[in-house]
């Protein structure tokens, strides 16, 4: 096994469904032991999200890789325990209840302060903990809307689109998972615990660059523009004869390249095109300037991307989802890679996946399975001192209710 950085960190995870199961598991892939504490019976909901081989889930596989799982009833005095007497063995909490629920618990911040001093208690939620939209229901497609995303992502004569991926839930579980590994830096300096709290909602507005345009009036505020970017040109989806290809040419010197592969030196001090906002000012009559050099010149995109390329112009083919899956490069470089899928699901022990968010020369992650339902309930109660008769006693209860 190599070196862990996160070696010796515990973490108690109550989250569920993408985000907050996210953040955990990049802490599992770098070492740390998370424990992710479920319902009886059913468990996170993750566990039926499709798709679903052999009865188990793909993407619980995934969102949940190298996790313990513990069965307990929160809902009950003898749930509530169990977790009571694993919280001094513990370093990091992380919850994804609406804000109150950990209360009722009992199992908020400052009960659980009370019991480890120094905890990094992470909660992460569609609105924060504070103010009027709280205790309004959320989900990660809200949060696109209220962020603001969404009004300048699709054509500009057309409706607001999403993310063709969860944005919301993939950045702020990345965001939960960053704060929390800031707060342990702190911890491991100071011993000093403390509150971390993470907002969908708060993650995508900081992501929104630019909201800043915003200081220069309404006029000023970005619209949907489609595949081509309000203030850099070029820099978007152009069409050539077959096919089409990103072209990024915002920057002086590779706008220059551009110009003389286009065999349009005049270009260069035309001040229509002078420097990027000219460019971007100009871009209706750019576009077409520029998709009908590659249709004059090149037989398809293939071509198109090979002469860019060579040139020094920053350019790429737009992958379906198929082809990202199978890029060999991808996969060669580790970045695509098999992962294992969980006991049962034997139609598909291993499956293909995104493999970390990083390599590390020293401390690389690593992919481990994903837990059955309650696969280390006994192991962890009988580690804070039950007994086995009082385990299958709480067990029976809890399967009954």
């Known amino acids: 096994m190599e070196k862990q950085a996160l070696k010796g960190i515990r973490v108690l995870d109550f989250t569920t469904m993408a985000a907050g199961p996210l953040a955990s598991a990049m802490m599992a ?13 059913r468990g996170d909901d993750g566990r039926k999200f499709p798709r679903m081989v052999d009865g188990g889930s793909v993407g619980f596989c995934w969102f949940n890789r190298g996790k313990k799982s513990l069965c307990v009833d929160l809902g009950t005095p003898e749930g509530v325990e169990v977790i009571r007497r694993l919280l001094p063995s513990v370093n ?33 939620t569609t609105y924060g903990q504070e103010g009027k939209f709280i205790q309004k229901p959320g989900y990660d497609i809200v949060a696109q809307a209220m962020s603001g995303l969404m009004s300048i992502t699709g054509e500009a004569d057309g409706d607001p689109q ?98 003389t592969l286009m065999g349009r030196e005049d270009l260069k001090t035309d001040p229509d095109y002078l420097e990027v906002t000219d460019r971007a000012r100009n871009q209706k009559k750019l576009i077409p300037l520029i998709e009908q050099w590659l249709k004059d010149t090149y037989a398809d995109s293939d071509e198109a991307q090979a002469a860019l390329d060579a040139g020094g112009v920053p350019c790429a083919q737009v ?24 006991p049962g699901m034997e139609h598909m022990p291993t499956f293909w996946d995104r493999a ?18 309650g696969e280390h309930t006994e192991e962890l109660m009988k580690s804070v001192g039950y007994s086995q008769e009082e385990i299958g006693e709480v067990k029976a209860r809890w399967t009954m209710k």
């Open 29 to 41: 892939d770098f070492g740390a032991e998370v424990i992710k504490v479920e319902r009886p019976g």
């Open 92 to 124: 990091v909490v992380l919850e994804n209840f609406r804000p109150g629920v950990m209360k009722r618990l009992g199992l908020d911040y400052e009960a659980v302060k009370a019991i480890r001093p120094d905890i990094v208690y992470g909660s992460l």
């Open 162 to 259: 999403k993310s063709g991926a969860p944005l919301g839930d993939l950045i702020g579980g990345l965001n939960l998972y960053t704060s929390v590994l800031t707060a342990l830096y702190h911890w491991r300096d100071t011993g000093e615990g403390q509150y971390v709290d993470v907002s969908l909602l708060r993650t995508l507005i900081y992501m929104n660059s630019p909201l800043n345009h915003c200081n220069f009036g309404e006029a000023a505020a970005s619209r949907r523009q489609g595949n081509h970017h309000p203030t850099m040109a070029p820099y978007g989806l152009f069409k050539c004869r077959k096919g089409s290809l990103i072209i990024g040419a915002a920057g002086k010197s590779i706008w220059e390249n551009l110009c």
């Open 319 to 342: 992958y379906d989802q198929w082809q990202v899956f199978n890029e060999p490069e991808f996969r060669k470089l580790g970045w695509i890679r098999q992962v294992p899928a969980m």
């Open 356 to 373: 970390g968010n990083c390599n590390m020369s020293e401390t690389p992650p690593e992919f481990f399975r994903a837990p059955l339902l």
